[in-house]
């Protein structure tokens, strides 16, 4: 290698130099090369595009491969020592040929997010750069996982990327995602915001804009590792195999209030990965394993408005169901609900449209679907959680489900109504009505599969998802359906 090249190469290795890399870690924050390292295998990192830059400087983002627990993964590192990584022509031609050489291969993209936001020096050009890799993260949606880490400012167009993708990961120390910076925003609203107080990874994860919010950059890499071990390479291919506890295991449970508890016992080994954790929190979503093999749970939960179905929590949900169904994942439903929110003028609309992404949401997957009745699945709630009717393979029932039109005590008001004149006692015709709409009624009219102990749920699902491993459908031509957004 001559001179001349090596000394070029260094020079792109110190990225804005050591004064800007000194000040990004004074901020707090690694380097993108840092980034890197620390995310993939030890070592396994061949950078791509290297020289790919304007001659006098190096580029603002770095892209290339490795591997994570020996699986070929692409990555792309925003770095904001150079021009605060602002995004240009150069740069998204960088990321737009690593998205296509990720579609070739099959396998992931990893993208880490740390940018101030478009090279205004470049005009149009920065604004076409942007959308050339919204574009081609939209293309590549659905064929490979993509996963977002933000690990600094994402600002304007740099905020829309991440939100394209499968799973947007956001370090609260370090990282935010707005479309208007603070000092706008503050100057409309006449409040002093901070960018945190406006995007940072609370406020975002809160609002639904990223998926998983941890404190530090260390454990937004190994959550990214964790989350992409659920996931297959591409869409052509199962999630990895891992070793399986017991699959005899009883739970040691009978009914819940929060359906963590009864997540955490199905799941292999206790261990499961929350998406939007913090986003309508009535709705849990959550990727695991059972028997050894990759799942995603969805399940009301009552310990939070009793598990109702609010607008976000459908979309939350609806969004879920489509990733396992992209990446081969089957979607176990667990179904706890006192039904839909109260609607209100202002919230029907939305209330409507929400239910109906998740109803399409459930009748469009092909993937393996088998849903727990757990308890009360009540009104439309029933319809849009699973149901046989709409898509699921297999429905067990636990000796708690109650399914209904509307709860108990208001069916008896209406349909007993004299006998409540005449003195009958209102306790025992709920419960009366509560054994007609039962487990075992579910079952008599088709609705469920079977009444199972809760104790042997691990078990059933378990058996059922292998029962299903030849699961096919045929589905009609079209391009595709037209989700009720």
């Known amino acids: 290698m001559s001179v001349e090249l090596n000394e070029r190469r260094q020079k792109l290795l110190a990225g804005g130099g050591k004064d800007r890399v000194a000040r990004q870690h004074e901020a707090g924050k690694m380097t993108a090369r840092e980034r890197v390292a620390k995310l993939l295998d030890e070592g396994s990192f061949v950078e791509v595009g290297a020289f790919t830059a304007a001659k006098e400087s190096a580029s603002s983002v770095i892209t290339g491969y490795g591997v994570i627990d020996e699986r070929p993964v692409y990555v792309y590192a925003q770095d904001f020592t150079v021009k605060g990584g602002a995004m240009g022509a150069a740069a998204a031609a960088k990321i737009v040929r690593l998205m296509e050489l990720a ?25 076409n750069a942007y959308a050339s890799i919204m574009k081609e993260t939209a293309s590549i949606s659905g064929v490979v996982p993509q996963i977002s880490l933000i690990l600094g400012p994402c600002a304007g167009g740099a905020a829309f990327v991440p939100a394209l993708t499968d799973v947007t990961i956001v370090a609260d120390k370090v990282g935010q995602m707005f479309v208007t910076g603070p000092q706008v925003v503050s100057a409309r609203t006449g409040k002093n915001l901070t960018a945190k107080d406006l995007g940072g990874g609370k406020k975002l994860s809160e609002s639904g804009a990223a998926s998983i919010c941890v ?30 506890d017991d699959l005899n295991r009883m739970l040691d449970i009978d009914t819940y209030h929060d359906a963590h508890d009864a997540i955490v016992r199905i799941a292999d080994f206790n261990d499961y990965v929350e998406l939007s954790k913090d986003f309508a929190p009535n709705m849990i979503t959550a990727l695991a394993r059972v028997g050894g093999r990759c799942v995603g749970i969805v399940a009301n939960n009552p310990a939070s408005y009793d598990g109702v179905l609010c607008a976000s929590a459908c979309k939350k949900a609806a969004r879920f169901i489509r990733l396992c169904d992209c990446f081969n994942l089957p979607v176990i439903t667990l179904v706890n609900t006192a039904g839909q929110n109260t609607v209100t003028p202002e919230n029907n609309a939305a209330a409507i449209s929400s239910a109906a992404q998740l109803i399409f949401a459930y009748a469009e997957a092909v993937v393996p679907k088998v849903s727990i009745l757990c308890g009360d699945a009540i009104g439309a709630a029933y319809s849009a959680m699973g149901s046989k009717a709409n898509g699921a393979d297999i429905v067990f029932a636990w000796p708690t489900a109650f399914v209904a039109p509307i709860n108990a005590e208001a069916a008896v008001r209406i349909l007993n109504k004299q006998e409540i004149k005449d003195g009958a006692d209102i306790s025992e015709l709920v419960e009366a009505y509560k054994e007609a709409n039962g487990a075992v009624a579910t079952c008599e009219a088709g609705v469920a599969d079977d009444v199972i102990e809760p104790a042997a749920t691990r078990q059933m699902i378990a058996a059922a998802l292998e029962m299903l491993l030849g699961k096919r459908e045929v589905l009609l031509p079209r391009k595709h359906g037209n989700l009720p957004l």
């Open 103 to 127: 579609q070739k291969t099959g396998a992931p993209v990893i993208a880490m997010c740390d940018s101030a936001g478009a090279d205004l020096a470049q005009g149009v050009e920065a604004l």
């Open 215 to 244: 404190d530090t950059e260390e454990e937004a890499f190994a959550m990214a590792r964790k989350v992409l071990s659920f996931l297959p390479s591409n869409n052509q291919e199962d999630a990895p195999l891992a070793m399986s």
